[in-house]
Every structure is written in structure tokens, then in C-alpha cells.
């Protein structure tokens, strides 16, 4: 598989965050936090952690994804993950 680049993470993020949470991809923004900004719930960031695995083929450590705040956070910990 062919590296994926930061830019590639941040758009399938983007694409992921509006079309199956509907949000507004505008809200969007590296520093813009999952929990208070986008409204997510825990329930929400585990469903954002299943598509991530989709979309890497890597399997997502709940250790890992506990420590995620952010969109930054989130390409961070993918982008660790394919290395």
C-alpha cells in the first residue's frame, strides 16, 4: 500500500465527520475538538474509530484513541498508525 499523506488523512477525516455525522464541514478545523466543539459523545468516537480502521486497515488501540481531543489529534494518531 502506498503511503498516505497527512493531506489524504485530513479529507477522509473531513469526508467521514460530514457525511456520517452530518457535520458541518465548516466547524472542521485542525484545532477544533471532538467532544465541545463537534458535540461528539463516546458513543461517537468509538463509530469514529471503526471507520478509521476501515479506512486505514490498521486496528485502532482503545489506549490510543483515548487520548484524541482534536482533528489534529485524530490525523496525528492515523497518520502514527501507518508508519
Known amino acids: 500500500m502506498s503511503e498516505i499523506s497527512r493531506d489524504n488523512i485530513q479529507k477522509e477525516l473531513t469526508n467521514i465527520l460530514v457525511n456520517d455525522f452530518e457535520i ?3 466547524k472542521i478545523t ?4 471532538l467532544f465541545e466543539d463537534l458535540e461528539f459523545d463516546s458513543i461517537d ?3 469514529l474509530a471503526v ?3 476501515e479506512f ?3 486496528k485502532i488501540s482503545p489506549e ?3 487520548q484524541i481531543r482534536t ?3 485524530v490525523v496525528d494518531a492515523v497518520e ?4
Do not use: G, Y
Not at 30 to 33: R, Y
Open 24 to 26: 458541518d464541514e465548516s
Open 30 to 33: 485542525p484545532e477544533a475538538n
Open 45 to 47: 468516537a468509538v463509530d
Open 51 to 53: 471507520r478509521l480502521q
Open 56 to 58: 486505514t486497515k490498521q
Open 64 to 66: 490510543n484513541f483515548k
Open 71 to 73: 482533528i489534529n489529534d
Open 80 to 83: 502514527q498508525l501507518l508508519k
